[in-house]
């Protein structure tokens, strides 16, 4: 059985700080642009359909288009955050199962 050092502790904390700001980072942008990406078309039926413009008032708008940016952020953080923790594990695995080839 092997013991665990401080150097790879602090390593693997190293790492999953990093982790964690590229995740955020990615899920901002990708906030950014859902909100863009809302924004337009709800903006724009206020102003031309009679249905929306009856029934979608600021408040409804700005809860369209503010839960259209958290879903982002958060899909495109959580996808980030298991696509390195995959890389990650499969880089610590042992030789043997790296080895993906049937022959």
């Not at 790492?15 to 337009?40: D, F, L, P, Q």
């Amino acid at each position: 059985m092997s013991t665990v050092t401080r150097a790879h502790l602090d390593q693997r904390l190293a790492a999953a700080k990093r982790c964690s700001k590229e995740a955020a980072m990615a899920g901002a942008k990708a906030a950014a642009v859902a909100t863009v990406a809302a924004a337009v078309p709800t903006l724009a039926s206020v102003r031309m359909l009679p249905w929306a413009k009856a029934h979608l008032n600021p408040t409804g708008q700005a809860l369209i288009i503010s839960t259209v940016a958290g879903m982002a952020y958060f899909i495109v953080a959580d996808k980030t955050i298991l696509s390195m923790a995959r890389k990650h594990s499969f880089d610590d695995a042992p030789e043997h199962l790296k080895n993906t080839s049937f022959h």
